[in-house]
């Protein structure tokens, strides 16, 4: 069961600053409403008169209120699916580009010594251990304010950067009013109507629009001036969260899923299990999908902790007759890398630290070949209307359900090809570049080979697999985003998507690794060359298998699938669902128009 705890605190009396009237009370109320109606265990209550906490004294000063953060924080406590409450009703003031909660004996002549930052609240907090922590802050209070800039605009930035799930009475420019026919202040009226019976706000989307017209028509209705609460929720499946489990809706529930799954697709197992673990409580303990996923993670966790290698489970009896091995020793290494995420000017507006586990093949005479763990997962097949030109054989979209393998880190080298086969057919010569000039005869030869020295199953990726790979979670035009960029992708960037800037055209392949990989630890998964998959060429996906298998039936077997656009290409032809087809046979092809390459995937 969720562990739910908090701290409340709720300003009349100050030392410095003009009293408010009714801080106290809407903290009062807010205690009420988080032990009775969210079921918090534990409350730290400090207010003008509020009874001492095991013999030490709750008045809001600012020795204690550091004392409960700096000991009720100095380990973490909670875990995945718990919730950690703050609260906050008094004077904010914002100094010298930082925001400050003012506590009773703050001194707006001493703002730095006598104020608390709230970057020093949210880091505190965060080290409580609980997976979802709620800052509320009601602290631009002081008339002192109304000329210029109140708190939030630096506290919503940290916010961001911690994964705090962050609201605020009003924006920085605003007044936060008190209610004198109402006894409290229009935001905590809100906010207690909006996560209780009458509004039902169970998930921090619904809780911020019920703020967002709610506390203006308060306001209004009391002729009051403009004030307008917000929410800072990042990343975007913070604002999913299931904050009040008794008016969860069924489609709270489901939406609360669809992130669950997606964490699991990007291999996120602890995000997943936080996920799933809150799905479960929001269903009272009743949702077998939850069940099965914690049971899934739990296994996944398990056979991977060894550090072996185990088969996946689509691997089936008759293809383990052809010499693979159920377990083998080669023991899961983990690296770094850091993705990045653009808008549809192709400027970078995210950056992210992912890590992922790969095993090495030792291929002899000093090369290898590391191979990375991708997770099962279900994802959505195709392109949707309007990415670019509508292509018959990007669609319809699907749901198609992938089970784990591992997939190259890379496309492969030539050096890894002259090892493997005996030569380098490639162009572009460069060890650490792409073979190309491969037709796909010669890639199934190179998997075939590549199995016997290692005594490992190696084959082409199906179609399925390759997208679900190259996608690593996302469901944009590419795995950075809306767009690319010559910076990101090895394309002819005479011809750019969306609204990326035009930019170089190189006329040859590059080195593997030059350019940042997708949230798997793939790499070059658009762009530079294509790579070869088993499928069959069909004109759309109407009756194509939704297990991720190869659909190898009903057309030429002559014509195969290629994925991922390559140094010649258009931008809009390296998107994650574009699907290119070419005849069998290299001889028929023009080698230097069409760079062809070999993307292993191994079933050990």
């Given at each position: 069961?969720?562990?739910?705890?908090?701290?409340?605190?709720?300003?009349?009396?100050?030392?410095?600053?003009?009293?408010?009237?009714?801080?106290?009370?809407?903290?009062?109320?807010?205690?009420?409403?988080?032990?009775?109606?969210?079921?918090?265990?534990?409350?730290?209550?400090?207010?003008?008169?509020?009874?001492?906490?095991?013999?030490?004294?709750?008045?809001?000063?600012?020795?204690?209120?550091?004392?409960?953060?700096?000991?009720?924080?100095?380990?973490?406590?909670?875990?995945?699916?718990?919730?950690?409450?703050?609260?906050?009703?008094?004077?904010?003031?914002?100094?010298?580009?930082?925001?400050?909660?003012?506590?009773?004996?703050?001194?707006?002549?001493?703002?730095?010594?006598?104020?608390?930052?709230?970057?020093?609240?949210?880091?505190?907090?965060?080290?409580?251990?609980?997976?979802?922590?709620?800052?509320?802050?009601?602290?631009?209070?002081?008339?002192?304010?109304?000329?210029?800039?109140?708190?939030?605009?630096?506290?919503?930035?940290?916010?961001?950067?911690?994964?705090?799930?962050?609201?605020?009475?009003?924006?920085?420019?605003?007044?936060?009013?008190?209610?004198?026919?109402?006894?409290?202040?229009?935001?905590?009226?809100?906010?207690?109507?909006?996560?209780?019976?009458?509004?039902?706000?169970?998930?921090?989307?619904?809780?911020?629009?019920?703020?967002?017209?709610?506390?203006p028509e308060i306001v209004n209705q009391h002729q009051k001036g403009r004030q307008t609460p917000y929410i800072i929720a990042e990343p975007i499946n913070k604002s999913h969260l299931i904050l009040v489990p008794r008016h969860a809706t069924l489609a709270d529930i489901a939406t609360l899923k669809n992130d669950a799954y997606q964490a699991e697709v990007n291999s996120n197992l602890e995000?997943?299990?936080?996920?799933?673990?809150?799905?479960?409580?929001?269903?009272?303990?009743?949702?077998?999908?939850?069940?099965?996923?914690?049971?899934?993670?739990?296994?996944?966790?398990?056979?991977?902790?060894?550090?072996?290698?185990?088969?996946?489970?689509?691997?089936?009896?008759?293809?383990?007759?052809?010499?693979?091995?159920?377990?083998?020793?080669?023991?899961?290494?983990?690296?770094?890398?850091?993705?990045?995420?653009?808008?549809?000017?192709?400027?970078?507006?995210?950056?992210?630290?992912?890590?992922?586990?790969?095993?090495?093949?030792?291929?002899?005479?000093?090369?290898?070949?590391?191979?990375?763990?991708?997770?099962?997962?279900?994802?959505?097949?195709?392109?949707?209307?309007?990415?670019?030109?509508?292509?018959?054989?990007?669609?319809?979209?699907?749901?198609?359900?992938?089970?784990?393998?591992?997939?190259?880190?890379?496309?492969?080298?030539?050096?890894?090809?002259?090892?493997?086969?005996?030569?380098?057919?490639?162009?572009?010569?460069?060890?650490?570049?792409?073979?190309?000039?491969?037709?796909?005869?010669?890639?199934?030869?190179?998997?075939?080979?590549?199995?016997?020295?290692?005594?490992?199953?190696?084959?082409?990726?199906?179609?399925?697999?390759?997208?679900?790979?190259?996608?690593?979670?996302?469901?944009?035009?590419?795995?950075?985003?809306?767009?690319?960029?010559?910076?990101?992708?090895?394309?002819?960037?005479?011809?750019?998507?969306?609204?990326?800037?035009?930019?170089?055209?190189?006329?040859?392949?590059?080195?593997?690794?030059?350019?940042?990989?997708?949230?798997?630890?793939?790499?070059?998964?658009?762009?530079?060359?294509?790579?070869?998959?088993?499928?069959?060429?069909?004109?759309?996906?109407?009756?194509?298998?939704?297990?991720?298998?190869?659909?190898?039936?009903?057309?030429?077997?002559?014509?195969?699938?290629?994925?991922?656009?390559?140094?010649?290409?258009?931008?809009?032809?390296?998107?994650?669902?574009?699907?290119?087809?070419?005849?069998?046979?290299?001889?028929?092809?023009?080698?230097?128009?069409?760079?062809?390459?070999?993307?292993?995937?191994?079933?050990?």
């Amino acid at each position: 069961m969720a562990k739910n705890w908090a701290i409340a605190i709720g300003i009349n009396k100050y030392d410095y600053l003009q009293p408010l009237n009714y801080a106290k009370r809407d903290a009062q109320l807010m205690q009420e409403f988080l032990r009775h109606e969210v079921g918090c265990e534990n409350i730290y209550f400090f207010s003008d008169d509020s009874p001492n906490i095991g013999g030490k004294s709750t008045r809001p000063n600012r020795a204690n209120l550091l004392r409960v953060l700096r000991q009720l924080f100095e380990i973490s406590f909670m875990g995945a699916g718990d919730n950690f409450w703050f609260f906050f009703i008094g004077h904010g003031i914002r100094h010298a580009g930082r925001d400050y909660l003012m506590p009773c004996d703050g001194d707006p002549e001493d703002i730095e010594n006598t104020g608390i930052a709230i970057n020093y609240v949210t880091e505190r907090l965060r080290r409580c251990g609980a997976d979802n922590v709620v800052l509320i802050l009601d602290a631009c209070r002081s008339l002192a304010t109304r000329g210029g800039e109140g708190i939030g605009r630096q506290a919503a930035e940290k916010a961001r950067q911690q994964g705090v799930i962050s609201i605020f009475s009003c924006s920085p420019q605003e007044y936060s009013y008190e209610i004198a026919a109402l006894q409290q202040g229009a935001f905590t009226t809100a906010l207690l109507e909006g996560l209780g019976i009458q509004g039902k706000c169970a998930t921090v989307e619904r809780l911020n629009q019920y703020l967002n017209f709610r506390v203006p028509e308060i306001v209004n209705q009391h002729q009051k001036g403009r004030q307008t609460p917000y929410i800072i929720a990042e990343p975007i499946n913070k604002s999913h969260l299931i904050l009040v489990p008794r008016h969860a809706t069924l489609a709270d529930i489901a939406t609360l899923k669809n992130d669950a799954y997606q964490a699991e697709v990007n291999s996120n197992l602890e995000l997943a299990e936080q996920l799933w673990i809150r799905v479960l409580a929001a269903a009272s303990g009743h949702d077998m999908d939850a069940v099965k996923a914690l049971q899934r993670i739990a296994l996944e966790r398990s056979r991977w902790e060894g550090q072996q290698i185990y088969s996946p489970p689509y691997f089936t009896a008759e293809n383990s007759a052809k010499g693979a091995s159920t377990v083998e020793k080669n023991p899961l290494k983990t690296f770094q890398f850091e993705t990045v995420t653009v808008d549809a000017k192709g400027d970078i507006a995210k950056r992210r630290n992912g890590e992922a586990r790969y095993f090495v093949e030792d291929l002899g005479n000093g090369v290898t070949l590391e191979m990375v763990q991708i997770p099962g997962g279900t994802f959505t097949m195709g392109s949707p209307r309007g990415e670019s030109e509508r292509r018959d054989n990007e669609s319809p979209q699907r749901q198609v359900t992938v089970p784990g393998f591992f997939m190259g880190r890379y496309a492969v080298t030539q050096e890894q090809y002259q090892v493997i086969m005996g030569n380098n057919p490639a162009n572009f010569k460069g060890e650490k570049r792409p073979v190309e000039t491969v037709s796909w005869d010669d890639a199934v030869e190179f998997c075939e080979k590549l199995s016997q020295k290692t005594g490992k199953t190696y084959r082409l990726p199906s179609e399925a697999e390759w997208e679900y790979a190259c996608r690593a979670g996302t469901t944009t035009p590419f795995y950075f985003g809306e767009t690319i960029t010559t910076y990101l992708v090895n394309y002819d960037g005479n011809y750019p998507y969306a609204s990326a800037p035009k930019g170089e055209y190189r006329r040859q392949t590059t080195d593997l690794g030059k350019f940042p990989p997708n949230s798997f630890g793939l790499y070059d998964m658009h762009g530079n060359v294509l790579e070869w998959c088993q499928d069959v060429y069909h004109n759309n996906y109407e009756g194509a298998p939704t297990d991720g298998r190869a659909w190898l039936e009903g057309s030429d077997n002559n014509i195969k699938l290629l994925r991922g656009g390559y140094c010649y290409a258009y931008a809009r032809h390296c998107r994650s669902a574009f699907s290119h087809h070419k005849i069998v046979q290299l001889s028929q092809l023009n080698k230097q128009q069409y760079p062809l390459v070999i993307k292993t995937l191994s079933v050990v």
